[in-house]
Nanobody
Framework: QVFVSESGGGLVETGGSLRLACKAG????????VAWYRQAPGKQRDSIARMSSGGDVTYEDSAMGRFTISKDSTKNTIYLDMSNLNPEDTGRYYC????????????????WGQGVQVTVSS
């Protein structure tokens, strides 16, 4: 199996910054499209940042200019750099990735992490 695991969450003050990491594990051959989602308490899970396999990046409106999605292919890790955080950014953040496992050729598996909590205090 292949999987992803998020880290880097926690409690931060308004205006602060955090860097979330999404580490892919298992028999990973390659990673394609990746995305970060956020689920606020009592709300649905929404996409906030996406990066295509070709490197094209899109952001949800509230994240534009404040969040940056990136990847380090040598470490099989996807990052979400967040700055100028505010309480509305509070929620559980999930990593989603298309991962090609060993033995699957070029077929990818849609993989979700368990999420990591981000809480922004005022």
């Amino acid at each position: 199996q292949v999987f992803v695991s998020e880290s880097g969450g926690g409690l931060v003050e308004t205006g602060g910054s955090l860097r979330l990491a999404c580490k892919a594990g298992g028999k990973v051959v390659s990673i394609g499209d990746v995305a970060w989602y956020r689920q606020a308490p009592g709300k649905q899970r929404d996409s906030i940042a996406r990066m295509s396999s070709g490197g094209d990046v899109t952001y949800e409106d509230s994240a534009m200019g404040r969040f940056t999605i990136s990847k380090d292919s040598t470490k099989n890790t996807i990052y979400l750099d967040m700055s100028n955080l505010n309480p509305e950014d509070t929620g559980r953040y999930y990593c989603n990735a298309k991962i090609v496992p060993l033995g699957w050729g070029e077929v990818s598996s849609d993989v979700w992490g368990q999420g990591v909590q981000v809480t922004v205090s005022s």
